[in-house]
């Protein structure tokens, strides 16, 4: 799920985690920019939908195959 959730956030690395401890004045903090970052939620919030669905049609099928091979 985390494509989906994280695209605005930069992932810091190890050392710039262990300056943060330090940084009182909160000006390491550094985000990704986007042009229309509602959109872009949107986008990602649907695709997880359409994720979801797909998964849940293939476990219905799978399992009413299951069932007629019985």
């Not at 262990?18 to 939620?41: C, H, K, Q, V, W």
């Not at 979801?52 to 091979?69: C, G, I, N, P």
């Amino acid at each position: 799920m985390g494509s989906y959730t994280d695209f605005l956030y930069a992932r810091p690395s190890f050392a710039e985690g262990m300056a943060r401890i330090m940084d009182f004045g909160n000006t390491l903090s550094e985000y990704n920019r986007s042009p229309d970052p509602d959109a872009i939620a949107l986008i990602a919030d649907w695709n997880a939908v359409a994720e979801d669905l797909y998964k849940a049609v293939e476990q219905v099928t799978s399992e009413r195959e299951f069932a007629k091979a019985r």
